[in-house]
């Protein structure tokens, strides 16, 4: 049983927008900060956003400034990454995160214990 499972990922157009999903299972008992991070084939995972336990502080990676926000909604266990103008280099494997103890927005792998499957983000040119 996955902890963490992020859905809406696909492949568009260069320029085009997604929205990405988490959904956080109830064996974990307390959210406390989250994040998504994204691999590309041949590169080592990388941060891209992260979102306080309270939902008012977050983190972004520079080049997704301006382009991509994260949000959650800890009443239904959620957050979200609402990705626009997507370039080709955003083509990865995004990965949702659920720190294990910390409350504030991180952009280290080091301080999440949760972490989903992963989904495609395809933005062709």
């Known amino acids: 049983q996955e902890q963490l499972v992020e859905s809406g990922g696909g492949l568009v157009q260069a320029g085009a927008s997604l929205n990405l999903s988490c959904v956080a299972d109830?064996?974990?008992?307390?959210?406390?900060?989250m994040g998504w991070f994204r691999q590309s084939p041949g590169k080592e995972r990388e941060f891209v956003a992260s979102i306080s336990s309270t939902g008012d502080m977050a983190e972004y990676e520079d080049s997704v400034k301006g382009r991509f926000t994260i949000s959650r909604d800890s009443s239904r266990r959620m957050m979200f990454l609402r990705m626009t103008s997507l370039k080709p280099e955003d083509t990865a494997v995004y990965y949702c995160?659920?720190?294990?103890?910390?409350?504030?927005?991180?952009?280290?792998?080091?301080?999440?214990?949760?972490w989903g499957q992963g989904i495609q983000i395809t933005a062709s040119s």
């Open positions: 109830e064996s974990i008992l307390v959210l406390h900060a």
């Open positions: 995160a659920a720190a294990g103890r910390r409350l504030l927005a991180s952009p280290s792998q080091r301080d999440y214990e949760y």
